[in-house]
Every structure is written in C-alpha cells, then in structure tokens.
C-alpha cells in the first residue's frame, strides 16, 4: 500500500483545513487508517483513526470536537477535517494504513504533510 498525504498549509488560528490521504491498492477497505502527527522536537502522537468500514473513530483527546476523520472506499482516500485550529496543532501530519490496533502497529506511512497554525 502506498499512501499519499496532502491537503496541509499556512492558516490563521480558529480557521480549518482539510487533509486527504489517496491509497494505492485494491484492498483499503480492510485496513484501519490513522493520522498521527509531529510537531517540531517532539515525537509523532496518534491523532485520529477509523475502521475499515467506517463505522468506528478513535480521536486523541487534544483534538476531540474539533476533528473529523472520514473515508471514502470507492476512492481509496481518508480526509482529516481540522476546525478551530490553534498553534499547538502545529505539525507534520502522517497518515497510516494497518490492521493491528487504531492507536498503533500501523504498517503503512504517508510522507506527511506540513500544518502551520499561525496565532
């Protein structure tokens, strides 16, 4: 599975982006899709995750009300909606692709994409 992020940006605190993870393959729908994040100095965190049918979320506290992770099946692609975004969202933002856990043992990564929040 290759896995292309994209969607990031510079935006002004309280505004919104939304990110898209495209995947190659013929089988996303049976794998559970994350999006973690690294801000800078600091090591990678668990952002959102869901399962491969879309039924079930998982969202780190820090970012719960605010996010929403959704998946298209039939074009092989997840989206992380971000509103209300604050400096502290700051990051580099991976997307994943696995089967194990939602918070963990992904075994798929996207490059990343850049978020800047600005104050």
């Known amino acids: 599975v290759q896995l292309q992020a994209s969607g990031g940006g510079l935006v002004q605190a309280g505004g919104s982006l939304r990110l898209s993870c495209a995947a190659s393959g013929r089988t996303f729908s049976s794998y559970i899709m994350g999006w973690f994040r690294q801000a800078p100095g600091k090591e990678r965190e668990f952002v959102s995750a869901?399962?491969?049918?879309?039924?079930?979320?998982y969202y780190a506290d820090s970012v719960k009300g605010r996010f929403t992770i959704s998946r298209d099946n039939a074009k092989n692609t997840v989206y992380l909606q971000m509103d209300s975004l604050k400096p502290e969202d700051t990051a580099v933002y991976y997307c994943?692709?696995?089967?194990?856990?939602?918070?963990?043992?992904?075994?798929?990564w996207g490059q990343g994409t850049l978020v800047t929040v600005s104050s």
């Open positions: 869901i399962s491969g049918n879309g039924r079930n979320t």
């Open positions: 994943a692709a696995g089967s194990a856990a939602f918070t963990g043992g992904y075994d798929y």
